[in-house]
């Protein structure tokens, strides 16, 4: 739905040429509206002309690219255009190297002092060569920063007021020395890079670790270190290099290993090491360690942090009853906003620990991750009670258990209660496969195949049964890489 205002901006942005004329003649608040319609219609002369000419200090993606009063599409849930995104950047690049006053004599004078460029969506959707993903974002963005700093002539007149660029890094092996040189170009120069995320894949110890050295402390919020294999002995050398940013709220980490079944000396010292750099960490929300071998450990982890997490991922942690117990009575449960259990086996005596642990969560729960956990319909039937009374619960992931398509109609019942569920990703029922051994472990279900003609029923009847009770605005869906999970920062 579009406002009369909305239509007429995009008329007037028909003609690019006369609109960049025009600008200068425009009330400034028209300029945010101008902004969505020229990013959304990829009128890239315009979009340079913007930026260019900004009249507010902070150009934001996040507050110009929402859902507004004047549209109702939100760009900040697809993937940017190339176009757009590389107009942008040639607009802060003219700005940065024109005269004060501009290169045409009505043009505004420049006040902007902070492009954010965060937001953007980036995992979970389909490669499109119209688009630009988060990696391209950050190479032309640390084009822009390098080029600045070592190319172009300036031209004559006072120096260009400093511009902060705030983006979200993705970096690998392949990239490291590319960004490594923009994040040193950006010191001291009229743009100046600020990272807010920082994605770092398969990245070895002492890049990760000079990489952190040139980042501004005062505004990183997430640092997610993925597919390095560091372990402990790695994480020792850059855990003390993260805690420096007193403002961050979000560490993701892998491969955390700490098993008490095989102690060494060095592992445990290691391990002390670490807790002791955790605890240094004073904003912290949004805790990690996939992948980790915790079992009997969660409670030395956990306790040693100052401020309860509102989200908490454990996937593929080996978590033992008594760490399940643990976290049900720590100060976390009461706080948390989002929860991943995946990978660890909740069936046998995990499954009462875990009852309590969701028990305890259940009035802040809004997100609620339980893919490979082999829950088959007893211990479903059995949680039921406690998971329905998560009335806030929007999101529930259970791909991967052995449920029978009566497990998912129970579930479907019994959720009626929960007004804000929209996502429920569940698994294939047992009923689609063929000769399954059972209990079924969680690599067969993900890789045998199943009866397409029976799975197509299964989805009419739950599409039924949705439409019957009023809810066929609640999504059931077996697709697990689609943007259905939510990130910790959009809850």
Sequence with gaps: MHTLVFLSTRQVLQCQPAACQALPLLPRELFPLLFKVAFMD??????????????FPLLSFQQLL????????????????????????????????????????LCRKHVLRVLDMTGLLDDGVEQDPGTMSMWDCTAAVARTCIAQQHGGAVQPGPAPVPVEVRVDLRVNRASYAFLREALRSSVGSPLRLCCRDLRAEDLPMRNTVALLQLLDAGCLRRVDLRFNNLGLRGLSVIIPHVARFQQLASLRLHYVHGDSRQPSVDGEDNFRYFLA???????????????SLLSGRLDQLLSTLQSPLESLELAFCALLPEDLRFLARSPHAAHLKKLDLSGNDLSGSQLAPFQGLLQAAAPTLLHLELTECQLADPQLLATLPILTGCASLRYLGLYGNPLSMAGLRELLRDSAVQAELRTVVHPFPVDCYEGLPWPPPASVLLEASINEEKFARVEAELHRLLVASG???????TDIYGRLAADYFSL
């Design 42 to 55: 990829r009128k890239t002369a315009v979009l340079r002309e913007l930026v260019h000419c900004w009249p």
């Design 66 to 105: 929402q859902e507004c009063a004047h549209c109702s599409r939100a760009l900040l849930q697809e993937r940017p255009s190339t176009e757009s995104m590389q107009a942008v950047i040639l607009g802060l690049t003219a700005r940065l190297r024109a005269p004060e006053a501009g290169t045409q004599p």
């Design 277 to 291: 750099q955790m605890g240094r960490f004073a904003c912290l929300r949004e805790l990690s360690v996939g992948s």
């Design 471 to 477: 809810r066929a605005h609640v999504l059931w869906t």
